[in-house]
Each structure stands twice: as structure tokens, then as C-alpha cells.
């Protein structure tokens, strides 16, 4: 049964609203060298990455550790904006955190979808660096609850969940925080 450590990236560099793909700033540079060594005591093992900055900035002392290269898979990338909602993210975020999936639109069910589906690809265990909704609609999945929002992973926590077969279960949420979006 593979294990799949989904670590959630660093402190970005600027909020939600502010930039759609920002880096790390010096505390999430911090947090990604301390998620780092929290990993490094387990025999290395696949990294797949976001394509985002701060979640490939974030696996970078990891893969420096194993001596390997991320896979990037676009699958556990942030949620996508719509179109239409570009100069109001912050306001679109801060909306829907509160809602059900089957809530959504036919384009944000299917990435979550898709990201599922990246979950039941990998097939040993592996560490994943991706995002605070994709944790969520994972672990929501894991315990069949359909809120976008099921706990709040902190910054570089490492949140565990094992795949059997169509199961997915939670074992271990990762440190959790009050959090605001920026």
C-alpha cells in the first residue's frame, strides 16, 4: 500500500491576490529546509512537484538531499482560476473555501478529478509538493467528505495519506493553521 506524503509549500513571496505564481519568501525558504530534514530520516523516495515556484522551490532541498530531480506533474497544481475572475482572485478564493465540490463548476470538479487520479497513479511511496485546496480535496476524498475545505495544512506540513486499490485513506493530517489568504 503506497504512502504518499503531500507536503504543502512554503510561505509565498506574495498572497493570492497579489501574484498567480510567486517563489518563496525567507521564512518559506526556511520551512522548506525544515520539511527537508523531517523527510531526509526516510529512505528517499520519488518526489513529484506543482509546476509552481513555490512548490518546486520548496522540494528543491529535498531533491538536493536524495541527489534527485523532481517529476513535475501539472495534476497537483493550484486550482485554477477561471477565466473570468482574474482581477478578483482573493474575493473568488475567499468564496468558495466555504462550499461543497459538487458546488463547483464542471471545470474545477474535473481538476479535482484529474488530481485524484494523479493520487492513484503514483505507485510506491512517494512525496508529493503541491498546494493548500489539492491537500484538501485529497484528504476530503480520503474521509468522503466533500468540502473544498476539510483542515488547514500549515505551510511545509507533511500531511500522509496510503492508496489501496479506489481507497484512499488519511493517516496522518499535518500541522494545521489559521489560514488567511493573502
Known amino acids: 500500500m503506497p504512502k504518499i506524503f503531500l507536503i504543502r509549500h512554503g510561505r509565498a513571496a506574495a498572497g493570492w491576490g497579489e501574484s498567480a505564481d510567486p517563489g518563496l519568501d525567507a521564512k518559506g525558504l526556511e520551512q522548506a ?4 530534514g523531517a523527510m ?3 529512505h528517499p523516495m520519488p518526489i513529484v512537484s506543482s509546476p509552481m515556484a513555490r512548490a518546486r522551490e520548496t522540494a528543491a532541498p ?3 538531499a536524495w541527489g534527485c530531480t523532481p517529476e513535475i506533474d501539472a495534476r497537483f497544481s493550484e ?4 477565466k473570468h475572475i482574474p482581477a478578483n482572485r482573493k474575493a473568488w478564493i475567499t468564496d468558495i473555501l466555504s462550499k461543497q465540490w459538487d458546488a463547483m463548476d464542471a471545470a474545477l470538479q474535473a481538476w479535482r478529478e484529474s488530481l485524484l487520479a494523479a493520487v492513484h497513479s503514483l505507485k ?3 512525496v508529493v509538493f ?3 485546496i489539492a491537500i484538501n ?5 480520503a474521509i468522503d467528505n466533500g468540502s473544498l475545505v476539510v483542515f488547514m495544512p500549515d505551510n511545509a506540513s507533511i500531511t500522509k495519506v496510503a492508496v489501496e486499490g479506489p481507497a484512499i485513506t488519511l ?3 499535518g500541522a494545521e493553521m489559521p489560514t488567511l489568504v493573502g
Do not use: V, Y
Not at 486550482?79 to 477561471?82: G, V
Open 33 to 36: 529546509i525544515q520539511a527537508s
Open 40 to 42: 531526509q530520516a526516510m
Open 62 to 64: 529535498l531533491a538536493k
Open 79 to 82: 486550482i485554477p482560476t477561471p
Open 124 to 126: 510506491g511511496d512517494t
Open 130 to 132: 503541491t498546494h493548500f
Open 137 to 141: 480535496a485529497i484528504a476530503g476524498a
Open 171 to 173: 493517516l496522518e493530517k
